[in-house]
């Protein structure tokens, strides 16, 4: 088992395998994109595994592959297939914006991924296309009807953004009532790579609640998983839950058990740090993996209390950076 520095266990590694996407969400990034990293930046997948069979064998038992769209970087699969053969790792789970996710799905299946979060911010197509700035939506929920026939278990993550979709979180939540899926909403951060500022979102974990308890009086707390992000809550009756995750409020960092590794190779401890060590760099310089074991650790031994800390403590660097590029 690994600990940090605060007595907090650390099990799970959420790996970026690109920047680049098929959407252009713009709480995410900017219309024209990001400087999208060259192949040689990237971490090679060979680099990857090597870095998930060390991670593994330390501690960390589960990986959620993101991005960026992980299923715009050529043969996902191929990674997805080594990952699953790594011994000891439990459980891999993708995020997806679902454009192109469901042609896998029964492979994805047949892997054994354990669950997969969509993101969708709004059911109505016109809005979908306003906020991703594509006209995807019908592939989206293409995805979301595959992940469903193959009983593979969906988390919707929608970000509530004031002015935009707020009217969508009803519609939303419901989904939650006619499908087995949970609904997650997520307050919105400043990651959107310079497209716009933002500060304390209008729509925080209170307001949100809120308007749920307004339409679904009934709405009452359940328990929340170890290490859960989101509070989560349940309408007698629905299918599946409704949850809200705090990302700027950070309201989960006692319990955070989960470390990034970017597309490029750098190790976050933090959402909110600006990066703590180059783990592609320390790989191609030759390093052995009980040096690299020895960073890491050392890395481990220095985290942040919580995400105010991390963000304090960062220099010269804004909260601006795309979650195309931390691995949201
Ligand atoms: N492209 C994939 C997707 O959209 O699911 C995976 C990567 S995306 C960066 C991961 C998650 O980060 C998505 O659920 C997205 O909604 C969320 N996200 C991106 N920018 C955000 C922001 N500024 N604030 C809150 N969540 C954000
Ligand atoms: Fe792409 Fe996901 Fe960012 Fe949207 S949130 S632009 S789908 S990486």
Known sequence: MLFDNHGRPIHYLRLAVTDRCNLRCHYCMPEHGLQWLSRADLLSYEEMLRLCTLLVRMGITKIRITGGEPFV????????????????????HLTTNGVATAGFVPELKQLGIRSVNLSLDTLDRERFFQITRRDELPRVLDTLHALLEHGIPVKVNAVVMDGQNTNDLIPLAALSRDLPVDVRFIEEMPFNGGDHITGRPLWDYVRILDTLRVEWPSLEKTPDAPFSTSMNYLVPGFKGKIGIIAAWSRTFCGTCNRIRVTPKGVLKTCLYDQGVLQLRDLMRSGLDDEALQVHLLDAFAHRPANGWEAAAARVDSPLEESMATIGG
């Open 73 to 92: 970087r050529k043969d996902m699969m191929k990674l997805l297939r080594s990952l699953a053969a790594i011994d000891g790792l439990e459980q891999i």
